[in-house]
């Protein structure tokens, strides 16, 4: 029997999700989380999940990883001593930035702090032009000096962005040669391999996180390759920003490409749902402790962005860059709010309710938990409305202090507004909901995708509690809640191709380009891609390659990005591309410019080395049916609540709303009014009427 | 209890609506980047979005330029006035200071919405135009009235049933350089009020018209229960400042230079309000230095936020400048009247109101204010013949100085301070579609003023005009005042400009007005530093070495103003 295997290391637990590929049978081992050694966790889930299951090592085919490694440390400046090499007057390309601050009013604000200080930032005579032409020829007699200077600041990674590399990387490639030869056991990172694509300073700061993540990426790698190798599983991959695994080769390439891993293998996870249930359009909502993420799957795709900041405040809500570092690599296109059971709801000075963005966090957590905590989260607001049990959560393992709860609502809500404290509780989940809105109509309504036409798939730990409440509010007419919802970003491991990214700026006019210009371009991609197949062992007959174009009219400085046609690349492919861009458009703009001219900037590739689909599967276990009943507060009044267990609901019951569908990793709300079904394989799925 | 603002309107639901308004206002942001043609909307953001009432009152603005706080409500109000017959499908357009406006460049789009009959509010989009006509490309000349700036519009119907008005476009493009590209760029605020409107109505169907009109206003009275509260929890007191402009770029018979002139300020805090006066202010200048009230206005609202809203959490919106009343007298630089040119004053004078703001305001509240930031917008245009297409172009970019210290950290290199918010222009996006080759963009070492808390260091940028002679034009201040230190720190350091003329010869440029570029021949500016914080014995001496090492100080500027040895 294969078994495939996926390991997300979470804040307190890794869990260990493995799905056998015939059946698609799911098994998941939960173990917490050994900071700063990962590796160990991850060691004692493997083996427990293996002995648990009585899986051979030797039965595993793909073994899939989630890491936060990179993020971390961005987010704790514990990167390497890096060093930048720029054009002679560009030094500072890192620290200017683009120049704006990211809060308008808040004083005391600084930028994020500047991966590499100033002096280790050095520079070189060269410059090519606008045309990609050389207009100074790089000064070779200056290396020495430079490698001198590199080697004395203790550097052990070197990132180099030169202007317009991304036209013509000779003087790139050059330097990079003279640095990898003269200083052995350094790093050296280049913008042109990196990221060939305009815009010195997310160019440069694309490289730059490359250089300062590239030496721990390694390392971690290595002890746990290592470590995994000596139960006698598969080499490792990691789970990519853009949703698609990479070996380890790739990723220390490309170390900013693995930054939202963890995050994309629940998005990977929500579209293989999708796609086993037949549907195309999926709104993905994950909402944990602290945070909650929306994405969306639109006609079966993953949607995937270019513009990201890494290591800054939350991103999704905000457009004014300039928290984090930008990355200009393909990450899967989230929204990230501050609403997770653990926010903490407050009164403003203005008498206004607020729910976020303080958390309470694992510790010491909601009031209703007894660790400490004081303050009302949307945890204990959930509890006093009968959402979760007050007795006990995580199958009776996890007491709850029903009185703590009420006292902090009281205290900090119901008493500063003068409201009950189940009228208070009720205000602050529709606060957090009108939040966790905003985070799903940033991906769709935004975006042009009209939310009716979309399932919301509900996952985490507090995912399947508000979902319905979120879909009433957007008219999302239906409801999904995936078998094993607490851990469900590890099964998106398992479910994910091999796949690489690659970008190439070519600036052209559709209507009057040489087709043999693009074709050319699209040959030496494919070229690269099918190498990196072929190197990966995998077989001929699961290739895919996606060609995608950037594309904007002439005087726009924002593309969009449209697919591009497979065969040969004619004037026809071209005339196509363009037709694909004013739809495109029209439908995320509200118009189109038909007469006008498209200007392709860049092209885009991702190939993929297919695995064979899955389909998950949960079997029900009549054994442990259990039923009970308690008040559940819906629409300010209480009403009599059907609460049942998950596991022991059999394939095609009909649950009407008011009901709880509780389970060990997550509840299941289902308000009047809706209907649970239990489709097959485990899933529920809610809609509005009977 | 609730709080009385809210009206009786449910919390949760005022904080939903809230928030729904702000995130059209951001919306409207995103549409307008990702569809305008021109770099400086495009790439640099110059541009406001807002949400308003039916009597032109901001309820929502998105996160932009702090710079249109005060005079956006002026220019929507004034269409709500020229237009009583306003009907769904509608747009307006103007850009007339003397009505609202800012000045010339800055061109205002507003739409209505209607909601089963009923005018709800309406969208605006304040967008910065690269050029609006005049005599030098990018509209920036030091004329003497207004006549001279470019196109003004007063309130004009664009659109009609929500097709465009020919005549009205015609007359628009027929005075504009590259005006395909300013089409565009219409069309793009256009789009941009069509989602605010789509928004508007989304709510009003939802919530009904008459609980979304309620909380609209409910939204106004928040934001400025708020504000008084934040004031009030300051001390009482009269503060002042007074302050040096450099000039108004018109150099005046018998004169050789540009002539300085003075603004003064009064503050005067009492409970919950504060009144700003610039009674005894120079008189109004010949060139565009004069700044009608409203964008005075907006300095001292810009520098208020900053100071008693640190946290953003009150929304800026019309109700919260309810507290604050500005005075200035009539005919003064800072309250410009008909025919007064204008086109420098709104970002530079605005600049320097808000400095004046956080120097007076250091009497009554010394830990919430800044040193002296770089005191301009800095800006540096240029226009003529791209060789390598033939067609014009004009490139208008800003030059970033030092973002003042803080009474407890450094001030920031090479950012954007207090009322303008813009981003650069790519070295290789401006390259692409600009004759110009950029030499060098790298902060100025010493540049910060020396203090415990150092002050931000500004930025040198040069370009090298490549093919035809180009016309260039500047806009700079503090070319002859520094940015000010504060509580004993050092002032910063000027602005220099400058060209270097393919014969070898180097000569200064005038902080403001326009000029000619030969071919070859390479532009430099350096923006200013920001002014310290504390005496400069006080700074840790392992901060000093840090500076040293990464070079932001040299060795000559430590022992000079840090006696290290």
């Known amino acids: 029997m294969a078994w495939r295997i996926g390991v997300d290391i979470g804040g307190t637990f890794t869990d260990v999700a493995m799905v056998e590929e015939a059946t698609g049978r799911i098994a998941v081992a939960k173990v917490l989380t050994t900071p700063p050694d990962f590796g160990q966790g991850v060691l004692d889930g493997l083996r427990q999940g293996l002995a648990e299951q009585g899986i051979d090592a030797a039965a595993v085919t793909l073994l899939s990883h989630a890491t936060t490694v990179v993020t971390n440390a961005l987010l704790e400046h514990k990167g390497a001593t890096a060093a930048f090499v720029s054009t002679r007057g560009f030094r500072d390309v890192l620290e200017l930035r683009r120049s704006a601050r990211a809060d308008l009013y808040d004083l005391f604000q600084d930028g994020p702090s500047v991966l590499i200080p100033r002096r280790r930032r050095f520079e070189i005579t060269e410059r090519i032009d606008a045309q990609g032409q050389v207009v100074t020829p790089m000064a070779e007699d200056e290396v020495p000096a430079l490698v001198d200077a590199i080697r004395a600041s203790g550097a052990e990674t070197v990132g180099v962005s030169l202007l317009f590399s991304f036209l013509n990387d000779a003087h790139e490639r050059r330097l990079g040669d003279r640095l990898r030869s003269a200083l052995p056991g350094v790093q050296v990172f280049l913008s042109s391999e990196v990221l060939p694509e305009i815009r010195e300073y997310e160019r440069a700061s694309t490289t730059a996180v490359c250089a300062y993540v590239g030496p721990l990426l390694e390392g971690y790698l290595a002890r746990l390759q290592a470590a995994t190798g000596t139960l006698g599983l598969p080499p490792l991959h990691v789970m990519g920003s853009g949703g698609g695994v990479l070996d380890v080769a790739e990723c220390l390439r490309m170390p900013a490409a693995i930054v939202e891993s963890g995050p994309a293998a629940g998005v990977v996870a929500a579209a293989l749902v999708g796609e086993q249930l037949g549907l195309p359009n999926i709104l993905s909502f994950d909402m944990g402790g602290t945070t909650a993420k929306a994405s969306v799957i639109a006609d079966g795709e993953v949607t995937v962005t270019a513009e990201y900041e890494v290591g800054g405040g939350v991103n999704g809500k905000r457009f004014i860059a300039g928290t984090g570092h930008p990355i200009r690599v393909p990450v899967v296109d989230l929204a990230e709010v501050s609403a997770g059971g653990g926010s903490i709801a407050w009164v403003d000075p203005g008498g206004a309710l607020k729910v976020g963005p303080h958390s309470a966090g694992a510790m010491p957590g909601p009031a209703a938990y007894g660790r400490g905590g004081t303050k009302p989260t949307v945890t204990d607001a959930n509890i006093l409305l009968g959402y979760l049990d007050s007795g006990a959560l995580l199958d009776g393992r996890l007491r709850i202090d029903r009185a703590a709860a009420e006292r902090a609502v009281a205290g900090h809500v119901a008493g500063p507004l003068g409201l009950s404290v189940t009228e208070a509780a009720a205000r602050i989940i529709e606060v957090v909901n009108a939040n966790m809105c905003d985070a799903l109509r940033i991906v769709s309504i935004e975006r042009g995708h009209d939310p009716r036409e979309f399932s919301l798939m509900a996952f985490g730990g507090a995912g399947p509690v508000h979902a319905a409440f979120l879909a009433e509010e957007l008219q999302v007419p239906e409801v999904v809640v995936p078998p094993a919802p607490g851990a469900f970003s590890a099964l998106g491991l398992v479910a994910t191709d091999l796949r690489r990214d690659f970008s190439r700026t070519l600036y052209a006019a559709l209507d009057s380009v040489d087709p043999a210009r693009v074709a050319d371009a699209v040959a030496a991609m494919e070229a690269e891609g099918l190498a990196m197949l072929r190197a990966a062992g995998v077989p001929e007959a699961r290739w895919a390659l996606l060609r995608q174009a950037d594309c904007r009219y002439g005087r726009q400085a924002y593309e969009l990005t449209v697919p591009m046609q497979d065969g040969p690349v004619t004037a026809e492919t071209l005339r196509a591309l363009s037709g694909a861009f004013h739809a495109k458009h029209a439908q995320t703009y509200g118009h189109a410019n038909e007469k006008e001219p498209v200007q392709m900037v860049n092209l885009r590739l991702t190939v993929l080395g297919r695995q064979p689909r899955l389909a998950l599967a949960q079997a029900s276990r009549p054994g442990a049916a259990r039923e009970g009943e308690r008040t559940a507060w819906f629409g300010g009044r209480p009403h009599p609540t059907r609460i049942l267990w998950r596991d022991g609901l059999p394939p095609g019951a009909a649950i009407a709303g008011p009901a709880v569908i509780e389970a060990l990793d997550s509840t299941t709300v289902v308000p009047p009014g809706w209907t649970a079904g239990v489709a097959e394989h485990g899933m529920l799925r809610l809609a509005r009427g009977a | ?565």
């Open chain 2, 1 to 565: 209890m609730p709080h009385p603002a809210l009206h009786g309107i449910d919390p949760a639901r005022f904080e939903v609506v809230k928030n729904a308004l702000l995130s059209a206002a951001e919306e409207m942001k995103i549409v307008l980047a990702k569809t305008a043609y021109s770099p400086l909307l495009k790439v640099a953001g110059d541009y406001s979005c807002g949400i308003f009432n039916a009597r032109g009152e901001m309820v929502a603005q998105g996160p932009d330029l702090p710079i249109h706080l005060g005079s956006m409500p002026d220019a929507v109000g004034s269409v709500a006035r020229a237009f009583p017959d306003v009907a769904p499908g509608d747009v307006f357009i103007h850009n007339d200071p003397y009505r609202g406006g800012s000045h010339l460049p800055d061109v205002n789009v507003v739409m209505p919405a209607f909601h089963e009959g009923r005018l709800l509010g309406f969208g605006c989009v304040r967008a910065h135009w690269p050029d609006i006509g005049s005599a030098t490309p990018g509209s920036y000349g030091a004329v003497t009235e207004i006549y001279g700036e470019g196109l003004r519009l007063p309130p004009v119907r664009l659109y009609r049933n929500g097709e465009p008005d020919p005549s009205v476009e015609a007359i628009i493009l027929a005075n504009v350089r590259t005006p395909a590209e300013r089409l565009g760029d219409i069309r793009a605020q256009v789009a941009a009020n069509r989602r605010a409107v789509e928004r508007m109505l989304g709510l009003a169907r939802k919530y009904g018209t008459d609980e979304l009109l309620r909380i609209m206003d409910a939204v106004l009275d928040y934001s400025e229960a708020m504000l008084r509260q934040a004031l009030a929890a300051l001390p009482d007191g009269d503060a002042g400042f007074a302050d040096i402009i450099d000039g108004d770029g018109v150099i005046e018979q018998g004169d050789t230079d540009d002539r300085t002139f003075r603004l003064q300020l009064a503050l005067r805090k009492r409970g919950d309000t504060i009144t700003a006066d610039f009674a005894g202010s120079d008189p109004a200048v010949p060139g565009p230095m004069n700044a009608p009230l409203s964008v005075t206005a907006s300095g001292v609202y810009a520098a208020l936020k900053m100071i008693l809203d640190p946290d953003s959490l009150i929304p800026p919106n019309s109700g919260c400048w309810r507290p604050v009343t500005v005075t200035a007298p009539p005919g003064s630089v800072v309250n410009a009247q008909e025919p007064s040119p204008v086109v420098y004053a709104n970002h530079e004078m605005s600049h320097r109101v808000s400095e004046m703001v956080f120097a007076a305001m250091h009497a009554i509240t010394p830990d919430r204010v800044l040193a002296g930031s770089q005191g301009t917008s800095g800006i540096t245009t240029f226009g003529g013949l791209d060789y390598r297409t033939g067609q014009r172009f004009v490139s208008y970019e800003s030059t970033k100085g030092g973002f003042g210290a803080r009474p407890v950290k450094d001030g920031i290199n090479a950012v954007s301070a207090v009322i303008s918010n813009m981003l650069n222009t790519p070295v290789e996006v401006l390259e692409m579609s600009a004759p110009l080759r950029v030499e060098e963009y790298a902060l100025v070492p010493d540049s910060g003023g020396a203090g415990t808390w150092r002050g931000g260091l500004g930025v040198r940028r040069s370009w090298r005009v490549l093919g035809h002679e180009l016309r260039g034009a500047m806009c700079f201040e503090r070319a002859v005042t520094p940015p000010f230190g504060q509580a004993g720190g050092l002032p910063g350091s000027n602005a220099r400009l400058w060209i270097d003329l393919p014969d070898g010869t180097r000569r200064p440029l005038p902080g403001k007005g326009a000029f000619t570029t030969p071919p070859g021949s390479v532009v430099t500016v350096e923006a200013p530093g920001s002014g310290g914080f504390g005496p400069p014995a006080g700074r840790d001496p392992q901060a000093l070495r840090d500076d040293l090492a990464d070079g932001y100080v040299t060795p000559d500027a430590a022992a000079r103003d840090y006696g290290m040895r």
